[in-house]
Nanobody
Framework: QVQLVESGGGLVQAGGSLRLSCVAS????????MGWFRQAPGKEREFLGG????????YYADSVKGRFTISRDNAKNTVYLQMNSLKPEDTTVYYC?????????????????WGQGTQVTVSS
């Protein structure tokens, strides 16, 4: 079993940037495909993107493609979400998740392990 802890959220002005981190413990992160999601109150959890075990492949949702970048450092058991050109509509809680599947999947149920989330607030 793997435990995930996100950090790096906070308040930023529109157009600004934030980098979220997700640190894993319990098991080696390189065993998992990693995904980033976000969820606004009353809405379904939204897939943002994912990264393969080696970090050699990524896949992004159209809503964030070109603005968000996912990377990982398996030696540090950490996955990152770099968010640029942030908009007020990006305001919500962001989650990292780990999947044992063989490919990046956009659906939450493919991910067995989740962090507690970190709040991102973008002011206009």
């Amino acid at each position: 079993q793997v435990q995930l802890v996100e950090s790096g959220g906070g308040l930023v002005q529109a157009g600004g940037s934030l980098r979220l981190s997700c640190v894993a413990s319990g098991r080696t992160l390189s065993n998992y495909i990693m995904g980033w999601f976000r969820q606004a109150p009353g809405k379904e959890r939204e897939f943002l993107g994912g990264i393969t075990r080696s970090g050699g492949g990524t896949y992004y949702a159209d809503s964030v493609k070109g603005r968000f970048t996912i990377s990982r450092d398996n030696a540090k058991n950490t996955v990152y979400l770099q968010m640029n050109s942030l908009k007020p509509e990006d305001t919500t809680v962001y989650y990292c998740a780990a999947s044992s599947r063989v490919a990046i999947k956009p659906t939450p149920y493919e991910y067995a392990y989740w962090g507690q989330g970190t709040q991102v607030t973008v002011s206009s």
